[in-house]
């Protein structure tokens, strides 16, 4: 399998849970390097501009409103699979759905605070690592 970079958010609510090392473990523990990484509080632009694709579902103002509210952590992760791999690891986008053991079942409350985003494509991951990070910004490990 090839290897690849996906871009993860730790929310706002997971960030308020304190459980950013937790997160990080997790990913780590599953092979995947953290590769550019930083806290920043998104501004309602910087999280409309992400969420474009959502622009016409009908909770788009409720998760700008969240992703907005307090600071978040941005990381990119490369790894083998990585992409698939991340997704894996953060379970089900409502928590009640998500399996056991995965981030979103361990750490999320509620489907609008789902405490993880990941990139679930190749083109949304290619989009998403350059809408938060410049190329000089990333750091390969090898
Ligand atoms: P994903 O984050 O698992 O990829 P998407 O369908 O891309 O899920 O949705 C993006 C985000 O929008 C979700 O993580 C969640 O925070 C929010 N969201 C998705 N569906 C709903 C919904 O039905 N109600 C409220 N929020 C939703």
Redesign the pocket.
Known sequence: MATERTLSIIKPDAVAKNVIGEIYSRFEKAGLKIVAAKMMHLTQEQAEGF?AE?KERP?FN??VAFMTSGPVVVQVLEGEGAILKNRDLMGA?NPKEADAGTIRADFASS??A?AV?GS?SAASAEREVAYFFNDNEICPRG
């Open positions: 969420y959502h909770f409720d998760l986008t489907i609008d789902n985003h679930d």
